[in-house]
């Protein structure tokens, strides 16, 4: 079992890093289009000028993509520190994805029940946020194991 | 050696995503805002160029529902025009920005609301313009307008039926003549000219709600506040005299 433990550990750590990665380029690219004014490609079911342009999109004039940016960077930092063996970063991480995690609940009630509009890539994010989340949980339970 | 090796190895790699990610970031934006014009200045501002081509497009549209519903003066040389859909979120919340720039420059300007239900996605939008053309034809168009921002999460959720009901109710409230205003919601005229408001934005490239065009430049989203509205405004004022 100890054995288990050790390889799969490090495995969970890079694919948050990856998946971090992907939310990053998700909030790189809803930054970009926030600065050039240029409308995202939205589907049929989605309301994405909406969500994007509300006032819930920013905070003091800077777009809540820049801090989604910011935070997906830093749990790639952890994640990647952690696969190199740094443990500490791993609990870090989990309490930076349990935050994120809280914050984008409270994004998916703005959309659902304030705007009453939904943006693809807010959702995407929103899915990798939990995808984070999912893996920090299972980390702390394999190893509560 | 090789645990120093195996330390930086870890920074290595993000410094590198991060080195990515900002020259990479910079050249998507370089090549996104080449492509719409961007003005350099870090305003946000489209540049001279494309706001020429936004006022021909807005110009030459089609002209909407005559006359439109209005407030402030007619002959006013500033004219600000608003395309909204009553069930889109963010049109409510900018609704009460909407009533303070009316509220402070009054006769100062001319503001002009056109109902743009987006259909596909909103089911009790087009109902609701009608409804709040049809209480227009009673003299009542912005009571029922506010009744419909104000209230809207109240409706929201409603099927469309129901929705019926509660616009009977808000007509009620305004004091309107409830026959007449079920016979306007009926009748083409008031569905007229949502049609024709709808097919006005349309033709200057109406793309999301709400937009708002102060003497034919879209307002930008980081604009759409009682700020950036008066700014935009305050600017025009200036440029013609009073």
């Known amino acids: 079992m100890e054995t288990t433990e050790q390889n799969s550990i490090p495995k969970l750590p890079l694919l948050a890093s990856l998946l971090a990665l992907g939310g990053l380029a998700d909030a790189i690219y809803l930054t970009i289009h926030h600065y050039t004014t240029e409308p995202v490609p ?8 909406a969500v994007l342009t509300s006032s819930y999109a920013e905070i003091n004039g800077i777009p809540l993509a820049v801090f989604g ?10 994640a990647i520190l952690t696969v190199f063996g740094n443990r500490l970063m791993w609990r870090i991480f989990g309490l930076q994805v349990v935050a994120m995690g809280l914050f984008s609940i409270y994004l998916i009630y703005v959309q659902a029940f304030v705007l009453k509009a939904f943006c693809q890539f807010c959702l995407i994010s929103a899915g990798i946020t939990f995808t984070l989340l999912i893996i920090a949980l299972i980390s702390k339970f394999w190893r509560a194991k | 050696m090789n645990n120093q090796k195996n330390s930086m190895l870890p920074i290595a790699i993000i410094g590198l995503v991060l080195l990515v990610a900002l020259v990479g970031g910079w050249f998507w934006y370089s090549s996104t805002a080449t492509v719409s014009n961007r003005n350099t200045t870090a305003n946000r501002t489209p540049d001279a160029g494309k706001l020429n081509e936004q006022k021909i497009i807005y110009e030459k549209g089609s002209p909407g529902a005559n ?9 006013a040389t500033v004219t600000v025009e608003e395309f909204a859909d009553f069930q889109c979120g963010t049109c409510a919340v900018k609704h009460p920005i ?52 104000t209230n809207q999460a109240s409706w929201m959720t409603k099927d469309p039926v129901a929705f019926r009901g509660i616009l009977e109710e808000y007509a009620k409230k305004i004091g309107l003549d409830i026959e007449k205003f079920k016979t306007d919601m009926a009748g083409l005229p008031a569905k007229t000219r949502v049609d024709l408001d709808m097919q006005r934005g349309r033709s200057i490239r109406v793309s999301s709600t709400p937009t708002f065009f102060i003497n034919g430049k879209p307002l930008d989203l980081s604009q759409m506040t009682v700020e950036g509205m008066k700014q935009a405004i305050d600017a025009e004022l200036q440029k013609t005299p009073q």
């Open chain 1, 42 to 49: 939205c589907g049929e079911a989605f309301d994405c000028g």
């Open chain 1, 69 to 78: 940016a910011i935070a997906y960077f830093t749990a790639f930092s952890l």
């Open chain 2, 67 to 75: 006359p439109p519903n209005l407030l402030g003066a007619p002959n």
């Open chain 2, 98 to 149: 909407a009533k303070e720039i009316i509220a402070t420059y009054g006769s100062r300007i001319k503001f002009i609301f056109r109902s743009y239900p987006l259909t596909q996605i909103h089911d009790k939008a087009y109902d609701a313009a009608v409804a709040a053309e049809a209480a227009g034809m009673q003299g009542k168009y912005w009571d029922m307008q506010n009744q419909l921002f």
